[in-house]
């Protein structure tokens, strides 16, 4: 079964920036929607941004303006640009994907395993 494999997370200091990638583990037919949430201690997941495979995206409103999402259907990765960055941005950020790993087969929704991003203050 294909995995999303994130990278990219760390610890940075309030005001500084990082960026993550997600990336399938293998070539596969189509891949849909794809976006990024996070989830903080003691809180819900929550969606941060998402992109559709013709460029449209979607940010959550604490987000916005500071965080760009993208994507290079090329490559099957998706990057999340976060600048400004707030220590309320700290939590364990999972990419998502809605994608048909082979051609006859059917779109599934898939989750990464997160990625640890820490903003001190």
């Known amino acids: 079964q294909v995995q999303l494999v994130e990278s990219g997370g760390g610890v940075v200091q309030a005001g500084g920036s990082l960026r993550l990638s997600c990336v399938t583990s293998r070539s596969v037919a189509r891949i849909n929607a794809m976006g990024w949430y996070r989830q903080a201690p003691g809180k819900q997941r929550e969606l941060v941004a998402a992109i559709t495979s013709g460029g449209n995206t979607n940010y959550g409103d604490s987000v916005k303006g500071r965080f760009t999402i993208s994507r290079d259907n090329a490559k099957n990765t998706v990057y999340l640009q976060m600048d400004s960055l707030k220590p309320e941005d700290t939590g364990v950020y999972y990419c998502?994907?809605?994608?048909?790993?082979?051609?006859?087969?059917?779109?599934?929704?898939?989750w990464g395993q997160g990625t640890q991003v820490t903003v001190s203050s």
């Open positions: 998502n994907a809605d994608l048909i790993e082979d051609d006859l087969g059917s779109e599934y929704n898939y």
